[in-house]
């Protein structure tokens, strides 16, 4: 159960990328990272995804892992994908030369490829490309997941729009019975913001049915240092002072250091949530078509992803 997870403040959380509706990524990634240890993982909120992620669990012979699904508020980088104005574009490639997810080609953006990092934007020297997030209707998209057995929804809720944020966190609410989890950071919100925002949110919630996700500096996940990983370790201590009935997971420049700088910092969490460094670790290896067939690949990719399982749990 997720709870049990949790509670055993071990819990390590792929994060495939809400936006991630590559299948033949999220099944490599998957039959991966279950096979290293993790059994926690977070999808695109799309029944093909999560079927394609159940694929690979059984791959793995892995029976007990949960799944999440994320959703989100217009806005929130995480539910945004990029789309590049033709008008401005001078073709110079900068955007797909920084591009973890291959997702843009001769400035074409592959819409199921991109997570919304935000990456190209900030390489591109012509200000061409802005973010649209799609507006999903939580009624027609969670019902079939819900039948498919996710254990868990993911709410991010960077963005301004309350109104929409009220609505469909009633909704979630009122038709979802198992966990839910909210992503937030500092990114637009203060401090003080970001704690008020998440004390509304939770108090009419059961105790400890709620997953605060800690998020640093959203999809930033590079480098293995303690730099990356410390502004989720400071939103989560934000929390934490709060002393609210919820678990705590880090997430956003997350890495094999999260666990450690969180105890050096005296930060109670719950777990660690990873995914641009969970996933830029074993790109080369995932990247082939062989990888789910050729033994000797995926033992050594699995051996990179149970160092970081490890480390995180
Ligand atoms: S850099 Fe990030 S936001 Fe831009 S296309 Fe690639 S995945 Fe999408
Ligand atoms: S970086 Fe900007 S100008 Fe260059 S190809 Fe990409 S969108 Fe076009």
Not at 199 to 225: C, H, L, V, W
Request: proline share 3%; net charge neutral.
């Amino acid at each position: 159960m997720l709870k049990n997870l949790l509670e055993e403040k071990r819990c390590f959380k792929l994060i495939c990328g809400a936006g991630n509706e590559n299948e033949a990524e999220v099944e490599k990634l998957v039959a991966l990272y279950a096979s290293a240890g993790c059994k926690f993982f977070d999808l695109s909120a799309k029944e093909n995804i999560v079927d394609c992620a159940k694929r690979a669990l059984a791959y793995s012979g892995v029976t007990d892992a949960e799944l999440c699904v994320s959703v989100g508020i217009k806005g929130d980088p995480h539910v945004s994908k990029a789309v590049i104005d033709y008008e401005k574009c001078i073709q110079c490639g900068h955007c797909e030369s920084v591009c973890p997810q291959g997702a843009i080609k001769y400035a074409k953006v592959k819409k199921l490829k991109c997570i919304g990092c935000g990456k190209c934007s900030k390489v591109c020297p012509k200000n061409a490309v802005s973010y649209i997030s799609e507006d999903k209707d939580l009624s027609e998209v969670i019902p079939p997941l819900a039948e498919r057995g996710i254990s868990c929804i993911e709410f991010h809720v960077i963005g301004e729009d309350t109104p929409e944020l009220e609505q469909k966190w009633k909704y979630l609410n009122e038709n979802f019975d198992g966990i839910l989890s909210i992503s937030i950071n500092r990114m637009k919100l203060s401090g003080e913001e970001m704690v008020s925002r998440i004390k509304k949110m939770t108090e009419n919630r059961e105790p400890y049915s709620t997953i605060i996700q800690a998020d640093g500096f959203p999809m930033s996940g590079g480098a293995d240092d303690y730099k990356s990983t410390l502004q989720a370790v400071a939103t989560a201590e934000l929390i934490q002072n709060e002393k609210l009935p919820v678990y705590i997971l880090l997430s956003g420049g997350t890495n094999s250091k999260s666990k450690e700088l969180a105890k050096l910092c005296g930060i109670n969490i719950n777990g660690v949530a990873v995914g641009s460094y969970a996933r830029n670790i074993v790109r080369k290896y995932i990247e082939r078509d062989d990888f789910l067939t050729n033994k000797e690949i995926f033992s050594q990719a699995k051996q990179i992803a149970q160092t970081l399982v490890r480390a995180c749990s």
